[in-house]
């Protein structure tokens, strides 16, 4: 099977022909590094010089894509040079291969590289002086360092800068994508609270009103539908009044518009005689210090929630919120008469039980909710345990 050679870049196979057509100038005019005369010259005439230009030439191709197969060949092709007149075209295309070597080879060639051109400059230095004892021996070294080490530290140079950039684009890359995750965690995590805030403020006036508009169409009483009018009148106000509240929360920056006031315990009462007025036997024993805000929110909504479905699934009997501070949390439990039917006597979207425990888990708490048997029958308890120390969620639960 035929080994397909990769194609060389468009960039290098300029610089080849370049080099190649500036060496052929160069030994057009007779113009070479060195005379013919130097003992160093072993092949006199002006065409073996053409070998080694032709080949570094070749090798210009391959600097990108082969780029340590290159260099080794080209500095074959150089030694060769040096034993004829030079050509100054092959000895700028081999600076290029070292310095390409560099910059395109592996990690560790590119550490190699300038370690082993730094070692031969200094040789090419101290050798010669040592042997000849002139100051001009010293220049030798000095040729071999521009030739090889110049080209090689440059392109560590380049290489690093190449390396610190990607890496930096790659850092910003990375803090971008964890800046979107964290929008869409926030993002995510407001639409949860806001959609447990539509729950909780209106989903109890929009019970009542379908319980009491179902009486009212049910029963041939006069009195029963003016009552149940009433009742379903009340709890469009109030709930439109709810509606007015969140959308001037969701409103940013609406100066027409009064902030929404947070629930507190204290509005319990007030929550308990509506219950009673949409015909929940309710009853309230409440006993509590100071609380955090977001505790107070969340006790609040869970007793709003809890008295919702009590409207809309209890059964005939009395309900009993009870609230208590004992140690470091809030206790809460909602009790209410339980038949076991499945149909509600108003339709719900299922997210109160959800909304309820994600108010617990958002303050570290705790929740349950289901049936109990006791000494009046069955019922449903929803208990909460809500802890009221280090609380640093805002208003958020």
């Not at 040729?143 to 990607?166: D, K, M, Q, W, Y």
Request: with cysteine.
């Amino acid at each position: 099977m035929a080994v397909r050679l990769p194609r060389p870049h468009r960039f290098d196979l300029w610089l080849a022909l370049t080099g190649l057509v500036g060496g052929l100038l160069l030994w057009g005019i007779g113009l070479g590094t060195r005379p013919a005369d130097e003992p160093i010259v072993l092949f006199e005439g002006r065409w073996p010089l053409l070998v080694p230009l032709l080949v570094t030439a070749g090798c210009e191709l391959l600097r990108r894509t082969a780029p340590r197969t290159a260099l080794l060949t080209g500095t074959l092709a150089l030694i060769a040079d040096t034993v004829t007149q030079g050509s100054l075209a092959t000895i700028l295309m081999y600076t290029d291969l070292t310095y390409a070597a560099v910059v395109y080879g592996t990690p560790a060639t590119a550490r190699r590289i300038p370690r082993i051109t730094g070692l031969l400059s200094i040789a090419a230095a101290l050798v010669p002086y040592a042997v000849w004892r002139v100051p001009e021996a010293l220049l030798i070294g000095v040729a071999v360092g521009v030739v090889s080490f110049g080209p090689a530290s440059t392109g560590l140079i380049v290489r690093n800068h190449r390396e610190a950039a990607e890496t930096a684009r790659l850092r910003a890359e990375q803090t971008a994508l964890l800046a979107e995750m964290d929008r869409v965690q926030a993002v995510t995590a407001e639409r949860a609270r806001m959609a447990r805030e539509l729950h909780d403020m209106v989903a109890n006036h929009l019970s009542a009103i379908a319980i009491h508009s179902t009486a009212a169409l049910s029963l041939d009483d006069p009195a029963t539908s003016r009552e149940a009018l009433t009742v379903i009148r009340e709890n469009s106000v109030q709930g439109l009044s709810e509606m007015r509240r969140l959308i001037g929360i969701l409103r940013d920056g609406a100066d027409d518009l009064e902030p929404a006031a947070t629930p507190t315990l204290d509005s319990l009462g007030a929550l308990v005689e509506g219950a009673r007025a949409n015909g929940l036997d309710v009853t309230l024993d409440a006993a509590y210090d100071s609380v955090p805000a977001p505790v107070e929110l969340a006790a609040y909504r869970m007793v709003q929630e809890s008295l919702t479905n009590a409207l809309k699934h209890a059964g005939r009997g009395k309900v009993t919120v009870w609230l208590r501070r004992l140690d470091d949390a809030l206790t809460l439990r909602v009790s209410s008469p339980y038949d076991g039917r499945d149909a509600p006597r108003a339709p719900g979207s299922g997210a109160g039980l959800v909304g309820m425990r994600e108010r617990a888990a958002l303050l570290h708490g705790t929740f349950e909710a289901g049936p109990e048997s006791g000494p009046d029958g069955k019922l449903w308890v929803v208990r909460a345990l809500l802890p009221v120390t280090d609380i640093t969620l805002g208003d958020d639960v």
